[in-house]
């Protein structure tokens, strides 16, 4: 008897965890596809992404990779910088790069903060902008964090307002 029960047991739980596994999301399924960012470091890809849908969602039509700009994370000697954007001279590109220190301590809305205000620089040609709101936060993405007295509120529920206010410049179609 315990061997007919063991069979049966044994047959349900291979019918049940059949059944299962025909249930479950295939992660390519649930992953949204990410686009490939030329002369950028795989890491920045989605925050490149989402700069580009950040302002396909306010109407503007850009292409990252058009625009040759080069995004790579590594270490910047130049202490509290997070990061830079360079552009100009006999290249024909402009370089993001963002300090692996503070890349690898960072949440992934301080990193696309970060980007933002980077891309900002390079695509957007915008200048720091040092302006705080009546709430002591500052009133831009651009801001470069050297007034006292102000304090960063970049989060899921200021986020619109900040690209907003950083796409402002663009022109449409």
Known sequence: ??????????????????????????EDDITPTIRAFSNVDRELWIHFQAFEDAAADRGFKIDLNRANIVGTIEEIDDGNVAGTCSYGGFQNHRDVVIDQSFWDRASHLTREYIVFHELGHCFLFRDHL??????RTYASIMRSGTVTGCRDNYNLQTRGYYIDELMDPLEGP
């Open 1 to 26: 008897m315990k061997a007919v029960e063991s069979i049966s047991l044994f047959i349900f739980l291979i019918f049940f965890g059949a059944c299962l596994e025909d249930d479950l999301p295939i």
């Open 130 to 135: 040092e302006s705080c709101l009546a709430n």
